[in-house]
């Protein structure tokens, strides 16, 4: 293998060590049009304000908010349990997706961590250890495979059949309500045409009798039955 694709693969695996999830962090779907529709962790699966930096940052900022009289208890305490779900679903895919990997190098998170920071790179450690770019390769495909794994254990996630008739039933409630309102606004319209023709009928009757009486009025001869010669 040229060194430029040595390389390239190196960066792979540090996007998988570094922290970096990849498309299995999101709790949204993979990357790969699946959608997850519901988490749900253990006890033991979830992360807490002491055990992760996000979460306490997050913690501090709500309480803060509370105490201002910004937000009320129970919506920060909702608040915080989504984010909650969220971090600790994506902390579990990241360690089972860089777990072969650590395996492979058979060295702890916090050792190659330490490695890192002295100036060793990925690329030099695989060179030290004998690794070969397909080792690596197959730990990644690993790691991929487990994250997925645990995905399908804790969340519900919609099949491409069930997302497709949940997008039809949304365009046919679309469509649904597109129709009642041209229909409401024709009815409106309608009715407007039908007030507007009343009142002109309206004022055509009213004009003729008052016609009528004008003429019974002027004329000196009417119901005298007698005409003066």
């Known amino acids: 293998m040229t060194k430029n694709k040595m390389a390239v693969l190196a960066i792979a695996g540090l996007t998988v060590l570094g922290g970096a999830s990849g498309a299995f962090a999101s709790p949204g779907g993979n990357g790969k049009g699946l959608r997850v529709g519901q988490c749900t962790l253990s006890a033991d699966q979830l992360q807490t304000a002491d055990t992760s930096p996000r979460l306490e940052q997050l913690q501090t900022r709500l309480d803060a908010r509370v105490a201002a009289g910004k937000?009320?208890?129970?919506?920060?305490?909702?608040?915080?349990?989504?984010?909650?779900?969220?971090?600790?679903?994506?902390?579990?895919?990241?360690?089972?997706?860089?777990?072969?990997?650590?395996?492979?190098?058979?060295?702890?998170?916090?050792?190659?961590?330490?490695?890192?920071?002295?100036?060793?790179?990925?690329?030099?450690?695989?060179?030290?250890?004998?690794?070969?770019?397909?080792?690596?390769r197959e730990a990644m495909r690993s790691g991929a495979a487990a994250a997925k794994t645990l995905m399908g254990e804790v969340c519900t996630v919609a099949s491409p059949a069930a997302r497709r008739g949940k997008a039809h039933g949304r365009r046919r409630a679309l469509a649904r309500r597109k129709a009642m309102a041209l229909k409401a606004k024709r009815e409106a319209a309608s009715k407007k045409c039908d007030d507007s023709t009343t009142n002109d009928s309206t004022t055509n009757n009213s004009t003729t009798d008052d016609s009528t009486t004008d003429d019974s009025t002027t004329d000196p001869n009417a119901g005298n039955g007698s005409t003066t010669l």
């Not at 305490?77 to 969220?86: H, N, P, S, W």
């Not at 998170?109 to 690329?123: F, H, M, N, S």
């Open 71 to 136: 937000m009320t208890q129970e919506k920060a305490d909702a608040k915080f349990a989504e984010a909650q779900q969220r971090v600790s679903l994506q902390e579990l895919l990241r360690e089972a997706r860089r777990a072969p990997v650590l395996e492979l190098l058979g060295m702890t998170e916090d050792e190659l961590k330490t490695a890192r920071q002295e100036g060793t790179t990925l690329r030099d450690i695989l060179d030290q250890k004998g690794i070969t770019p397909d080792q690596l």
